[in-house]
């Protein structure tokens, strides 16, 4: 099967699982979903993942997740520059973007002065 954006499909498959309140639900591996897999963990948004061969076990922890949405897609690549990275409406959620210095917050790239294209936003 033939994929276009492997972040929509990551972001789709955690928040039908996070729907339906299902405890764990796979996602397909590539660099960047154990990247991402990653920093929703130290965000505290997942309780953790299992690195399959294939696919990654992600373990959700129940009702933490509120929304998810994808912001760049294939056909409207979405950047930002540092000072203009849009931030969640009471600062309850994160805006997740891929940078020259990896996978940042809006947080962490305002710090670091970098921007990028935004990939999702999570609260």
Do not use: W
Not at 3 to 13: E, P, Y
Not at 37 to 65: H, N, Q
């Amino acid at each position: 099967m033939s994929m276009n954006h492997l972040m929509s499909d990551f972001v789709a498959r955690i928040n039908n699982a996070n729907m339906i309140n299902k405890e764990k639900t796979q996602v397909l591996k590539n660099k960047l979903s154990l990247e991402v897999c990653r920093k929703l963990t130290s965000l505290g948004y997942i309780a953790g993942f299992e690195d399959g061969e294939r696919e990654i076990e992600v373990t959700l922890k129940p009702g933490k997740i509120r929304k998810i949405k994808v912001v760049s897609k294939p056909g409207l690549r979405q950047y930002a520059k540092p000072d203009s990275i849009p931030k969640i409406v009471g600062g309850i959620g994160y805006t997740i973007l891929t940078t020259s210095s990896g996978l940042l917050t809006q947080v962490e790239a305002n710090k670091q002065n970098v921007g990028g294209e935004i990939l999702f936003q999570i609260y």
